[in-house]
């Protein structure tokens, strides 16, 4: 049974937020593209997919393509939708509840595939390291994979060599 959902302490509203995030591959290496953050309530790392909200009026494919631009400066095609799922999660003791679409994507610009660190800017003007992961690298390291479910869908892309590279 999942926990109570506990209202924030600054009382925003409790709302489930659309999402779009950007499965990006490392053709040459392998990995995947995926950010670095850490709970400090939890103290906890983990990692997760670049990408954003949906904004109204806009679709999922298009998120991507303009969170890519917002956070890396770059353009990204939207290959495929691989699925998508439900994440509901406690960050930084703020309940968080998204519906998730994940989609296969590729840079058009093929030099960002050579660099080892990639830094995202943030909306809030932090700016945070991505880095290509291997799922089950992380999960021998103690180190999350958001949002859940995420890398037994990345095992089974990479199994199935699906990517368009």
């Keep these: 049974m999942a926990e109570p959902i506990e209202r924030p302490k600054w009382n925003a509203p409790l709302r489930i937020r659309p999402i779009s995030l950007a499965l990006i591959r490392r053709p040459s290496a392998g990995g995947w593209l995926a950010g670095y953050g850490k709970d400090s309530r939890k ?3 983990f990692y997760r997919p670049p990408g954003g909200g949906i904004e109204f009026g806009e679709n999922s494919s298009e998120t ?12 990204v095609e939207p290959l495929h939708l691989l699925g ?11 309940p968080g509840h998204e519906i ?4 296969e994507t590729r840079f058009v610009d093929e030099r960002f595939y050579a660099l080892d660190e990639i830094v995202i800017a943030a909306d809030n003007g932090e700016r945070n390291p991505a880095h290509w992961i291997d799922p089950d690298d992380l999960a021998a ?4 994979l958001y949002p859940d479910g995420l890398p037994e869908i990345l095992r089974q892309q990479t199994g199935s060599q699906k990517f368009h590279f």
């Design 43 to 45: 103290n906890r790392e």
């Design 64 to 75: 991507v393509r303009r969170e890519m631009m917002e956070e890396f400066g770059t353009v």
């Design 84 to 94: 998508v799922t439900e994440n509901i999660f406690t960050y930084e003791g703020n």
């Design 100 to 103: 998730v679409f994940l989609w």
């Design 141 to 144: 390291r103690g180190i999350a």
